[in-house]
């Protein structure tokens, strides 16, 4: 298979520790989401998100053989027990997030980096983190390009 050949395969990806969850936030690094999409069930201990991932994985080395797609993909992390934000209004459920990283801090804490310096910070049991795509890929109208982001505390 050449870097020319490389199609879009549904992603369907577990983590559990914090090399997991560096391999996943590859993959879903650039998403985009609305707030409407992000999702707290404390009683379920359940955070998720709904969001439109770019689809790192099926570049090629050659940008004039590039397919620039976008897929929707759920995100779940199982025993949150809190969830703190930073730089994120609250009312506007329209207000758009661009996802830079997840950042496990340790074994307990996790933080979801986006644009602008906002900030979502998960305080969990244990990491367990589900992401699946959702839909059949779409064409994207770029391919997504900032500055390396520096993760700030919360």
Known sequence: MTESDKKYQPLALMAQDLEDLEALSAHLQDAVMTLSNVDYDPKDKAFTIIANRFC?????QNPQD???QRVNAGLKFTNVKKVMKKNIPADATDHVLSLLAIKP???QTVNL???GGAEIRLIVDSVQCFMADLSEPYGASGKPAHKPAEARSI
Not at 56 to 60: A, D, G, N, Q
């Open 56 to 60: 790192w994985e099926t570049l090629s």
């Open 66 to 68: 590039e397919i620039l």
């Open 105 to 107: 801090i340790d074994h």
């Open 113 to 115: 980096i986006f644009s």
